[in-house]
């Protein structure tokens, strides 16, 4: 007689698996927390490492621009255009301004109509923040030694100096071109696409007047035609920044017309602010150059703070001045960046993490005297 043996084998108890699913879950999910640790941890390094990246690179643009202030250019500053009401600003391209405050911004005039080489904008850019003080613009103002427009001799078109034609000294002279040793290597042409001047530019333009030393700032207000020997550059009234007043009494181009061996140099004038109207979630720092279209320097600045080292009226060495009151702008000798602040956002609860950089910069072409003349 046979027997048939039962199937002993047999399937996991319910209790079973349910523990099995329990132990696995917090295995996975002790992995999943690791995970999430370290994508979290790799993010807070790399935006921190790219935070510091973006905010020494606009450090250092900054105190180069700084460091220039006056290069190139005799001490003290020039009178701009006056006697008109209107008054020369900066902070404007030839679409709009973008400093100067309030909901449509109209440009930052110049202190008593004078451009000096550094000009503080103390408190003159947007308030950041609930609570804290508006930010600072800061313009510092200095020669373009590359393009060698000084090689060209300048003859006014007109009695008002609405327009002026460039061109080299030759021998025997071309007119409108005065006679004179033409340069050995010839400059780059005033038309050029590149180096050239263009519509925004600024030149100082300077002459012998009436026995005198005359100089007038003035803005490009159209790209420069002709493919040489002359250039002809237009310098209309009005312009964006308010250069070309020919109706002004003192300052403007208008009074040089008449005088001899006109010269022009293009200046560099570099405005730095806070742009916070583009994206107020992540305000720029922002950088103008002359009467050209404001570039982007870096993302998420939260403050941008000057202040000044010069002399009071008395010549006593004032340290570190915010304002800088009515102390001429001629005597700063050290700029303090105080605070160039860059804050950036995390998403979740790691909140945000952020850097503040302080470094002062030496006006050096400001601070030259010479001790033996």
């Known amino acids: 007689m046979q027997h048939c043996k039962r199937n002993s084998t047999r399937g996991f108890t319910l209790l079973e698996l349910m523990i099995a699913l329990s132990v696995g879950l917090?295995?996975?999910?002790?992995?999943?927390?690791?995970?999430?640790?370290?994508?979290?941890?790799t993010f807070i390094v790399s935006e921190r490492a790219q935070m510091q990246q973006d905010s020494r690179a606009a450090e250092n643009m900054i105190i180069k621009d700084i460091s220039q202030a006056g290069a190139g250019l005799q001490p003290g500053g020039?009178?701009?255009?006056?006697?008109?009401?209107?008054?020369?600003?900066?902070?404007?391209?030839?679409?709009?301004?973008y400093?100067?405050?309030?909901?449509?911004?109209?440009?930052?005039a110049y202190p008593n109509k004078y451009m000096s080489w550094i000009v503080p904008g103390y408190r003159m850019g947007p308030i950041l923040q609930a609570g804290q003080p508006a930010t600072?613009?800061?313009?510092?103002?200095?020669?373009?030694?590359?393009?060698?427009?000084?090689?060209?001799?300048?003859?006014?078109?007109?009695?008002?100096?609405t327009s002026v034609t460039f061109c080299?000294?030759?021998?025997?002279?071309?007119?409108?071109c005065p006679a004179g040793t033409p340069p050995a290597t010839p400059p780059q042409l005033v038309s050029d696409p590149v180096y050239g001047l263009k519509t925004g530019d600024l030149i100082l333009l300077q002459n012998t007047t009436a026995g005198s030393t005359a100089m007038a700032v003035a803005e490009i207000t159209a790209n420069v035609t002709g493919l040489?020997?002359?250039?002809?550059?237009?310098?209309?009234?009005?312009?964006?920044l308010h250069m070309n007043q020919s109706l002004a009494t003192s300052g403007e181009v208008a009074q040089m017309t008449a005088g001899a061996g006109t010269t022009a140099t293009r200046i560099w004038v570099v405005t730095y602010y806070v742009d916070n109207t583009t994206d107020p979630n992540h305000a720029r720092l922002m950088r103008q150059v002359n009467g050209q279209t404001p570039?982007?320097?870096?993302?998420?600045?939260?403050?941008?703070?000057?202040?000044?080292?010069?002399?009071d009226d008395l010549g006593n060495l004032q340290t570190g001045v915010g304002d800088i009151g009515v102390t001429?702008?001629?005597?700063?000798?050290?700029?303090?960046?105080?605070?160039?602040t860059f804050r950036t956002s995390l998403t979740g609860t790691t909140g945000f993490q952020g850097i503040d950089i302080q470094t002062s910069v030496s006006a050096r072409n400001m601070s030259f005297k010479n001790r033996y003349n």
């Open 26 to 41: 917090i295995v996975i999910g002790g992995a999943v927390q690791l995970f999430s640790r370290a994508v979290n941890a």
């Open 78 to 97: 020039v009178g701009l255009a006056s006697g008109t009401g209107t008054a020369p600003t900066y902070g404007c391209d030839q679409a709009k301004c």
């Open 99 to 108: 400093v100067g405050g309030g909901a449509v911004p109209s440009g930052i």
């Open 136 to 161: 600072d613009v800061i313009t510092v103002v200095y020669a373009d030694t590359f393009f060698l427009l000084n090689e060209y001799a300048v003859t006014f078109n007109n009695p008002a100096g």
């Open 168 to 176: 080299l000294p030759a021998t025997p002279a071309v007119p409108p």
């Open 228 to 240: 040489g020997p002359t250039f002809v550059a237009s310098l209309a009234d009005p312009d964006s």
């Open 295 to 311: 570039v982007p320097v870096a993302d998420n600045v939260s403050d941008l703070r000057f202040t000044y080292d010069t002399y």
């Open 328 to 340: 001429s702008p001629n005597m700063i000798r050290k700029v303090n960046i105080a605070h160039l």
